[in-house]
């Protein structure tokens, strides 16, 4: 087993000590696509709004709204909990530091 692992590995360009190294890394991709869609968020409002107008609270709105057309144009639907969780996530990303 550990020779065929060894061949996959230095086919991709790894040594089998380099992908040792990565075992504990865990992508959280929700994460990622929140913290673009608040990036995308903030791009909206400052072309829709008045910057007077642009506070956190509409930020979040756009955001979850950006987040969950991601997953319908995916074609996957957000459960409760998924959903819940996106919210934590933009959540803790727009908070200020004086929240903390």
């Not at 000590?17 to 959280?28: E, I, L, T």
């Not at 994460?31 to 990036?39: E, T």
């Not at 144009?73 to 957000?78: A, M, Y």
Request: proline residues 1%.
């Amino acid at each position: 087993m550990m020779g065929i692992m060894t061949s996959i590995n230095m086919r991709s360009g790894c040594s089998a000590k380099a992908g040792a190294a990565y075992s504990g890394y865990q992508r959280d991709d929700n994460a990622i696509r929140a913290q673009w869609a608040i990036g995308q968020a903030i791009s909206l409002a400052s072309v829709k709004m008045d910057k007077e107008a642009i506070t956190m609270p509409v930020i979040e709105k756009y955001a979850k709204e950006l987040f969950a057309t991601v997953s319908r144009v995916k074609g996957e639907t957000l459960t409760a909990k998924e959903e819940k969780q996106v919210a934590k996530h933009i959540k803790s990303y727009t908070q200020t530091a004086g929240a903390f």
